[in-house]
């Protein structure tokens, strides 16, 4: 069972930024594909940013320039630095890794920016 667990959501003003962190298996962490999804009410989830093994980034347009998607193969986490937070970014964040075209989920995250 792959097991992701993510944290560093909250309630922040419009402008305001976030760190949001996921910690995940360690035995397969760096050869995978991480990705961040959110989901708002009423919405489905989206794809907000994704990270490949080499090192290559994919953005939703609407976070480009915005938030920045990482990780630190040595303690097995991905990051997602959110900046210029924007209230339609509130929502559910969950990180994935996929593993063999599998794909596994985090819990989720709230994150929710105020005007």
């Known amino acids: 069972q792959v097991q992701l667990v993510e944290s560093g959501g909250g309630l922040v003003q419009v402008g305001g930024s976030l760190r949001l962190s996921c910690a995940g298996p360690?035995?397969?962490?760096?050869?995978?594909?991480l990705g961040w999804y959110r989901q708002a009410p009423g919405k489905q989830r989206e794809l907000v940013a994704t990270?490949?093994?080499?090192?290559?980034?994919n953005y939703a347009d609407s976070v480009k320039g915005r938030f920045t998607i990482s990780r630190d193969n040595a303690k097995n986490t991905v990051y997602l630095q959110m900046n210029s937070l924007k209230p339609e970014d509130t929502g559910v964040y969950y990180c994935?890794?996929?593993?063999?075209?599998?794909?596994?989920w985090g819990q989720g995250t709230q994150v929710t920016v105020s005007s």
């Open positions: 360690g035995s397969i962490f760096s050869k995978s594909t």
């Open positions: 994935s890794i996929t593993i063999f075209a599998s794909n596994y």
């Open positions: 990270l490949t093994r080499d090192g290559s980034t």
